[in-house]
């Protein structure tokens, strides 16, 4: 669901039609929900199925029915066991994902006429200011290579095998 689509229609359901949360603005934590939720959704929808498709790939492991063979609890086999190892595909979408939300953002700051860089964007963009164009180009370029930055040194982090033996 793209975010130029749901943010409208949260505005219309729970502004417009229940009156629960401010339009647009910044009159406090009220006006950060609304921009949060159509952020977030069709990446929280990502996410939940990777994780979701890695478990069902890591429960039928060899060490999880031996576990589960010891006496370990279900519950403890997928939170400690499970869990780490079906991570790792997880770590990679969460750093593709990082990346994706800073430039979903430009949109759904004009929505909700949130200032930021998306907006600067927008007025670069309308006014022919090719440089600050340019300049937003390389921060929201910038900020996604850190992103993935983040999800190789993750990666290193939750598998032994990249730490690398000396």
Known sequence: MPNFWLGPLL??????KLGWLPVSGRSGFASVIL?????GTALAAILSRMVRSSLVDVLDMEYLQ?????????????WVHA??????????VLGLQLGALLS????????????????????AIQGR????????????SAGYVFANLLADLAHRWADPRLRGGR
């Open 11 to 16: 505005v219309i359901l729970f502004s417009v």
């Open 66 to 78: 031996a576990a589960r063979a010891r006496g370990v609890s279900e519950a403890k086999v997928i």
């Open 129 to 140: 200011d090719y440089p600050v164009v340019q300049g937003c180009v390389l921060v929201i």
């Open 35 to 39: 921009p949060a939720i159509t952020l």
């Open 104 to 123: 979903g953002a430009v949109i759904t700051e004009a929505v909700f006429a949130w200032p930021g860089i998306g907006t600067l964007l927008l007025q």
């Open 83 to 92: 869990l780490r190892n079906a991570a790792l595909p997880v770590i990679t």
